[in-house]
């Protein structure tokens, strides 16, 4: 059974991975392609459709970091997952939670679990469960990890969730409430490309792991939470070519409802996607000819059979929001785009930002927008990070 893994290291619980969970027997007939070649039906942002106003939000917290610091926010009110600078001389890398509420940075863990060979890769947290990989980078093994969480703090022992030689490609992964989500696919040019790929959850005390989704083929996008609802977008219509189908996927259900699915045109695929007020905010990072307006790069919200809102810019990152406001990341700044209002206003970087300004710690829908950025000192020497707040 793919995704079965054996303890770490000594004392280190392992959970199984399910192959056969009812996960697998949710998955419904999949869409046709939305090959959009009417007008009418893209709304487009900065051409007109929507009207340009003042911004109107202000951050109501700010904080220096140290320069390195990175930040994941997965929509809870109280901790940011951080991946921080080391401490000392034995680590590449520590991690550690910021709080949303006094901008304190905590380190939780400065040594990987696996030795001085390993290094800490990436991090996600909740309020109430804490993620992370680790990765050797000589011989391109590593493992993904997951351990309680409760007021900043770890508690009980780091259980092994995954792991995977230089043939399988690292986790892409999120959380949500007591759960671990995450994607085991194959490397794109590795010796195990015609294996599958599938998506699992684990719960926090939980001795199983188990299948939400099979994909014959690569998962395009990082899972996304927004709710109670999993963005995922396997491959689909298998045997007709190469389609991408953003799946909303209800994971309060024991059987993982499928809830909606919009089918990209043929060869599309995104950037990123979200299901966010009953409908898929995604962005196409390329321009595909030959194939409807849903094949220029941007970043859209709809549904299958449209209407399609487009904004006209070049995706970096995912998209988050509140309510009718979306919150869609530029090159030095964020569109605040408001459907009820339908206007659109520009959230700027902080002074000094390098390169593309602020970038979005928060995923999915949330009333707290975190963002961080490297800004200079006043000799124009990279120095710190600003971490802001805004309330959306």
């Known amino acids: 059974m793919q995704g079965t ?43 007109g459709d929507y009207e340009n106003v003042s911004n109107s939000l202000s951050a109501s917290s700010t904080w220096s970091l140290p320069l390195g610091t ?13 991946m921080l600078t080391p401490e000392s001389a034995t680590s590449v890398n520590t991690v550690g939670v910021l709080s949303l509420s006094s901008g304190n940075l905590t380190t939780l863990l400065d040594v990987a679990s696996l030795g001085a060979s390993y290094s800490f890769f990436d991090v996600r947290c909740s309020d109430q469960v804490y993620a992370w990989i680790e990765i050797n980078y000589t011989d391109g093994s590593w493992v ?31 959380v949500w409430n007591s759960s671990v989500i995450w994607q085991k696919m194959p490397l794109a040019s590795g010796n195990r490309t015609t294996e599958y790929s599938h998506c ?35 491959r689909v219509r298998e045997g007709s070519g190469v389609y991408y189908g953003m799946t909303a996927v209800d994971i309060t259900s024991s059987s993982y409802d499928q ?26 990072e390329a321009s595909y000819s030959g194939v409807g307006s849903l094949g220029n790069m941007g970043t859209f919200i709809g549904k299958e059979g449209g209407p399609y809102l487009y904004l006209r810019r070049e995706p970096l990152a995912q998209v988050a929001g509140n309510g009718s406001r979306y919150l869609v990341k530029s090159q030095a700044s964020h569109f605040v785009i408001d459907t009820e209002a339908q206007s659109y206003a520009v959230l700027t970087s ?43």
């Open 70 to 82: 990175m930040l994941f926010h997965n929509g809870g009110n109280t901790w940011a997952a951080a």
């Open 350 to 392: 902080p002074d000094r930002s390098i390169d593309y300004g602020d970038f979005p710690a928060t995923e999915g829908a949330s009333s707290q927008f975190l963002t961080f950025a490297t800004v200079r000192d006043d000799t124009g020497v990279p120095a710190s990070v600003t971490a802001r707040v805004f309330s959306i």
């Open 259 to 284: 809830i909606d699915q919009l089918v990209l045109p043929r060869t599309v695929s995104p950037f990123d996607a979200t299901y966010m007020n009953d409908q898929f905010v995604f962005s196409i």
């Open 200 to 234: 699992y959850i684990w719960t926090v005390g939980s001795s199983e792991g188990q299948e939400i989704y099979e994909s014959h083929g690569r998962f395009a996008t990082t899972p996304r939470v927004s709710g109670s609802v999993l963005t995922i977008v396997p």
């Open 5 to 47: 893994v054996a303890a770490a290291g000594a004392g280190m619980a392992a959970i199984a991975l399910s192959s056969c969970s009812s996960g697998g027997d949710s998955q419904q007939e999949d869409g046709e392609p939305q090959v959009v070649t009417d007008s009418s039906q893209i709304v487009a942002v900065l051409d």
């Open 144 to 174: 993904l990890l997951g351990q309680g969480l409760s007021n900043g703090a770890l508690y009980g022992s780091p259980v092994q969730l995954d792991s995977g030689d230089s043939d399988w490609e690292p986790p892409r992964f999120t």
